[in-house]
């Protein structure tokens, strides 16, 4: 059954794809389901959606076992700030990390993928904006933290950002994928409900929207 927010991003996917001259289908949307529940997300799997994001392992633990169960092919991004002492479930649910950030996390991580022998692709989320509040690692920090996660066997495929809230993402967006170039990794998430065409232009490959596909989300509970 069709979707009509769902409709409405392809197509602005797709316009933006072709004005930078690249290809649709190089652009992952991750529908962030974050705050959403079954009932909420069931639309989006009905249309044909299989790409999800959430930012906490405790949430997705308990409503994903239940939609897997009906749409085995789902694929389960962690966006959010993850501790080392989840590293275990986070393996264990998601299909990707984009929130690997520090030396503990990625030990963490590495050691659970071994133990699991479930070898996840990882993008490395940098501190893009230098907030001090915020998750991700240094911009210096981007080529020792690369180094580590491939020594403990991570498959790195790209880096990820939130720029700062209110201001133009676009030099952000821009200095991600120059880190990404310089480091030689292929793959960028970045871009948000606001900004994801701005992101598609400057390269983007993984997009993460949410309150364009579902709404606006109850302040309290992000
Ligand atoms: C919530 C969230 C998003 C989606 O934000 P929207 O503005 O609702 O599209 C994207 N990325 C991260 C890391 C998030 O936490």
Redesign the pocket.
Known sequence: MANPALEEIRGKIEKSARLADRKTSDIVL?A?S?TRSGDEIRPLLAAGHRVF?E?RVQEAAGKWPALKADYPDIQLHM??QLQSNKAAEAVALFDYI??MDRPSLIKALAKEMDLQQRRLPCFLQVNIGEEPQKGGCDIKAVPELLEQARDGGIKVVGL?A?PPDGTNATPYFALLAKLARDNGLDGLSMG???D?EKAIKLGATHI???????GE?VPHS?
């Open positions: 991750i962030v974050k994001g930012n966006i959010g984009h929130s990820m939130v948000m409900s606001g994801f993460r929207v949410g309150t364009a596909l579902f989300r992000v």
